[in-house]
């Protein structure tokens, strides 16, 4: 099985899941008639993989005990004809969901908890594959914060790139503290604690600490639209 070259920071093992299953999606997609014809019941065991040079291959699977990596679901080809075309695809897609996450997971294994948490939220804001394969739309949660709602005494920005700070009111103030504690800081993954300064990324819908992406509220006052630093990274890597 291909391995890239050792990734250990979370942004390193990001692209390299990112690469992986930009291969899987495409086996599942716009290659799925060469997947589909690859998958013959009549061979032995085989595998789906997805490569960190966004390729895929349909093949038997590692020889080597235990193998470098976590294996992908073992025998994927003897089902096929057993199932409706599209069930069976989505069958495959969610065992690629599984694997992609080990492999991820296990390169991972050194990250310290806030490391796993942001890697769980870069891996979180992409679609499934299984999403992508049944054309199912994944549903984003944000903290919402509407400007006659109470707030958690931080600055949001609006759809129009106002940034607007509402003040903290006593009533039902316990259960909306509830609610956005479950927030995690999209750079640190550390939980939202009273009073501090938070800014929203008006392309991902992530949260950050101001002081994790270096962002003050008199800073956000000049901004339009914020892009977070790993989006502006995204689209700095376009061609």
Sequence with gaps: MEMSSSPRTVEEIFKDYNARRIGVVRALTHDVDEFYGLCDPDKENLCLYGHPNETWE???PAEEVPPELPEPALGINFARDGMNRRDWLSLVAVHSDSWLLSVAFYLGARLNRNERKRLFSLINDLPTVFEVVTDRKPIKEKPTVDS???SRGSTKRSND???KSNPRTDEGYEEEEDEHSETLC????GNYVG?????????????FHGK???ITPAKADSI????????SLKKGSRP
């Design 186 to 189: 999209g750079s640190c993954g």
């Design 195 to 207: 009073d501090e300064f938070w800014i929203g990324c008006d392309i991902c819908e992530r949260w």
């Design 148 to 150: 006659g709602s109470k």
């Design 212 to 214: 994790c992406v270096k």
């Design 224 to 231: 339009k639209q914020y892009k977070c630093p790993t989006c």
């Design 161 to 163: 790139g106002q940034v």
């Design 58 to 60: 349909v093949t038997l």
